[in-house]
């Protein structure tokens, strides 16, 4: 993948409606050379779909964990969430009941890149303590349905 297809990649992230000539106009490419990108992209498996779903291997970001985090004190969803935001490997946070206040899912280049991500989460002033998981495998991923 080029720098060209990352930004094609982008642009159908941000907007997954956009037309091949539209992307065409940011990206310095004729709309039929974009389509022929986009469908090769699809074919490699990059872009899994016209919603824009990316495969986070493809871009270099195969490395992932499940972090729970236990805070200091009595905090809000709020403050763990503005906290969490800057960190460019936090993927999705979720609050959640039992001993943990949350489930941080962290993705990242590889161990060292996830290594170097859990010490700058462990290091936010809100963190007490955490318990991370690292995932070997996914088995099983569903997008939603429009019957759920």
């Not at 997954?16 to 992209?41: C, Q, T």
């Not at 809000?76 to 906290?83: G, Q, Y």
Request: charged share 25%.
């Amino acid at each position: 993948m080029n720098t060209i297809d990352q930004r094609i990649v982008s642009c159908l992230v941000a907007n997954a409606r956009s037309s091949y000539a539209e992307i065409g106009k940011v990206v310095g490419l004729s709309a039929p050379a974009v389509k022929r990108r986009v469908d090769r992209l699809l074919e490699t498996g990059i872009l899994r779909g016209f919603t824009a779903v990316v495969d986070p291997e493809a871009l270099g970001w195969g490395t992932e964990a499940f972090v729970e985090v236990t805070c200091q004190g009595n905090i809000t969803p709020a403050r763990i969430r503005s906290r969490l935001e800057p960190l460019p490997e936090v993927v999705a946070a979720y609050t959640v009941s039992g001993a943990a206040d949350a489930i941080v899912h962290l993705r990242a280049a590889d161990i060292h890149h996830l290594e170097t991500a859990l010490e700058r989460l462990r290091g936010l002033e809100i963190v007490d303590r955490t318990v991370s998981t690292v995932v070997l495998s996914r088995l099983l991923e569903r997008p939603p349905t429009p019957e759920q």
